[in-house]
């Protein structure tokens, strides 16, 4: 059973730094690793694409351009989010979210248990 495990969350000052990862276990030694993205759900929000990663080209919220860059390691199946310039309306719940193929189960998207983020002075 494919899971993914987030780590890098917490209380940043405005302007702070954090990053975010996001490693996959319970692939086995065979597998690909398709899209990898980052959301977030704020308080009484619903959840949103921070951004993306494919074979082609990346994409960001409008929000996060400029300040966020997402990046990843197919051949492992973690994905990593750095955030710089951070503001407090990016105070949320960052979730992992990839698709990954393994011969038990397909192409299947799997969702991280989500990594609190915090900015405030």
């Known amino acids: 059973q494919v899971q993914l495990i987030e780590i890098g969350g917490g209380l940043v000052r405005p302007r702070g730094s954090l990053n975010l990862s996001c490693a996959a276990s319970?692939?086995?030694?065979?597998?690909?690793?398709?899209?990898a993205a980052w959301y977030r759900q704020a308080p009484g929000t619903q959840r949103e694409l921070v951004a993306e990663?494919?074979?082609?080209?990346?994409k960001y919220a409008d929000a996060v351009k400029g300040r966020f860059s997402i990046s990843r390691n197919k051949a492992e199946g973690t994905a990593f989010l750095q955030m710089n310039e951070l503001k407090p309306d990016d105070t949320a719940v960052y979730y992992c979210?990839?698709?990954?193929?393994?011969?038990?189960?397909?192409?299947?998207?799997?969702w991280g248990q989500g990594t609190q983020v915090t900015v405030s002075s």
């Open positions: 319970g692939t086995g030694s065979f597998f690909r690793a398709n899209i």
């Open positions: 979210n990839q698709n990954i193929w393994t011969p038990s189960a397909g192409s299947t998207y799997y």
């Open positions: 990663i494919n074979d082609l080209n990346t």
